[in-house]
C-alpha cells in the first residue's frame, strides 16, 4: 500500500555533510577514518573518543557550506576555496578542530558543556555570533521543541546517547535503524506513475544498545508508518536513524538528562541584524 504523508522538520540541505571517499560520498564524517595504530597518538584518541570533535567539526562544516559570512580558517582547511569536502582534506581539519576546540580527551572524550563551550569559542574567535549551551534538564518536550526549532533554523542538532548511570559501563542502550524500502508496484501503474509514488517502506535495526555516542540530528518525522517520531541522524559517516521515544525512554530508566541532552544552539539576532 502506498505510504501516509509524513510530517517532516529538516536542514536545508538533505546531504547533511558530505565527504569524498574511495569514490563515495559520506553523510558526515567518521572518527573510525582516523587509525588507531598508536595508542598515544591523537588519531587513537580520535578513533576512540572523538564522536563529540566529529559532530561539532560537521555542523562548522554544514554551516559554512550553506553560508559565506560563516566561513573561517579551519573550514578552509577541508574546502581549499570549494564546496566540496575530500577525505584528504577532512582529517586535518577535524585534527585542528580537536587542537584548538575540543580537546578529545582519552576516557572522557569530550563532555556536553565542553563541546557547547568550543561552540561558543569558535564562534566567538570568527565573529559568527552563535550561542550554545548544553542542556541538563530537558523534559521529553522541551527537548522536542529545541530540535525542531533549531532544525527549522537550519542549525543541525548535536544529541548525546549518554553512558548508563550510575554504572557507567552497563550495556544498556538504543538501537539504530536504516530505513528500506520495498520494491512496490501495482499492476495497473505506469513506469512514470510507480516514479512518482512513494515507495513503502520499514525500519530495520542494524545496531543495538548503543550508548555513550554523539550524533547530529539532521531531520525530525513524524512518521505515520512506525507511527513514532523518528530522528534522522548522521553518525560514522552515515545515515541512521533512532526512534525518538525509545531514546527518552532510555534517558529517563538507564542514563539521566544530565549526560544524554543536546547542545543548544542559537544565531545572535541582534548580531545578525547589524550585519
Not at 563551550?117 to 570568527?126: F, G, L, Q, V, W
Not at 548522521?234 to 525509545?246: A, L, M, P, V
Request: charged share 25%.
Amino acid at each position: 500500500m502506498p505510504t501516509k504523508n509524513n510530517s517532516i522538520i529538516e536542514l536545508a540541505n538533505p546531504d547533511y555533510v558530505p565527504v569524498i571517499k574511495d569514490s563515495g560520498i559520506s553523510y558526515g564524517g567518521s572518527q573510525m577514518w582516523f587509525p588507531k595504530t598508536y595508542w598515544y597518538s591523537k588519531d587513537y584518541i580520535l578513533h576512540n573518543y572523538g564522536c563529540g570533535t566529529i559532530a561539532t567539526a560537521d555542523m562548522f562544516l554544514y554551516l559554512a557550506l550553506h553560508n559565506v559570512d560563516l566561513h573561517s580558517p579551519h573550514t578552509e582547511l577541508a574546502l581549499l576555496g570549494t564546496n566540496h569536502i575530500k577525505y584528504e582534506n577532512y582529517t586535518p581539519y577535524v585534527r585542528a578542530i580537536h587542537d584548538d576546540y575540543t580537546k578529545t580527551r582519552r576516557f572522557i572524550a569530550v563532555l556536553g558543556p565542553k563541546v557547547a563551550s568550543a561552540i561558543n569559542s569558535y564562534s566567538d574567535t570568527n565573529r559568527m555570533g552563535l550561542e550554545a549551551s548544553w542542556k541538563w534538564k530537558l523534559t521529553y518536550y522541551d527537548m522536542y521543541d529545541m530540535i525542531e526549532n533549531m532544525l527549522n533554523n537550519d542549525i543541525p542538532v548535536i544529541l548525546s546517547i549518554g553512558p548508563n548511570t550510575p554504572n557507567l559501563w552497563g550495556k544498556k542502550g538504543i538501537p539504530f535503524y536504516e530505513r528500506k524500502e520495498i520494491e512496490y508496484q501495482e499492476k495497473s501503474d505506469t513506469q512514470q506513475e510507480a516514479k512518482e509514488k512513494r515507495k513503502p517502506y520499514y525500519y530495520k535495526v542494524i545496531y543495538n544498545d548503543i550508548n555513550s555516542h554523539y550524533v547530529t540530528v539532521t531531520g525530525l518525522i513524524k512518521d505515520d508508518v512506525a507511527g513514532r517520531i523518528m530522528l534522522r541522524i548522521s553518525s560514522w559517516g552515515k545515515q541512521y536513524y533512532i526512534n525518538y521515544e525509545e531514546y527518552r525512554d532510555y534517558v529517563e530508566n538507564y542514563s539521566g538528562t544530565i549526560t544524554s541532552s543536546i547542545v543548544h544552539v542559537k544565531k545572535d539576532k541582534l548580531y545578525y541584524n547589524h550585519k
